[in-house]
Each structure stands twice: as C-alpha cells, then as structure tokens.
C-alpha cells in the first residue's frame, strides 16, 4: 500500500458511459441474488449478513472499476 493507493481510492472518480453501464450491470445481478436471499431464506440474523454481504461485494467491485483495479 502506498501514498498513490490512498490517493486513488480516497478521490472521486467521474464515471465512463462504460463503466456506468458495468455499474448497472453488477448493482442489478447483486439486487437479483439479494432478492433470492430474501425470498429463499428465514428472516434471521443470517439472513440480514448474507444480504449485507453481498452489498459490500457489489460496492467493493463498483470500488474495482473506478479505482482501475486495484
């Protein structure tokens, strides 16, 4: 990790038309898997982790694309 990391992921980085089309793409297939989640498993504990899980697996790829990757 260096100064250069921090600076990346710490700044605001304007979308491409691509990647707001990759955005889209990854929000509506972590929307459709948390969807199956809600509907497939008990209100629980659980199920609040496995549905907030994927929330930050869609953030942390959104987070890949703006930042290039790393």
Not at 25 to 40: D, M, N, S, T, Y
Not at 48 to 54: C, G, Q
Request: with cysteine.
């Amino acid at each position: 990790m260096t100064n250069a990391d921090l600076d990346n992921w710490f700044t605001y980085h304007s979308p491409t038309p691509v990647q707001v089309t990759q955005y889209l793409a990854i929000r509506e297939a972590g929307k459709q898997f948390a969807e199956v989640l809600l509907a497939q498993t008990p209100a629980s504990a659980d199920q609040t982790v496995a549905i907030r899980k994927v929330r930050e697996a869609v953030m942390v790829a959104n987070q890949s694309i703006a930042c290039g990757g790393k």
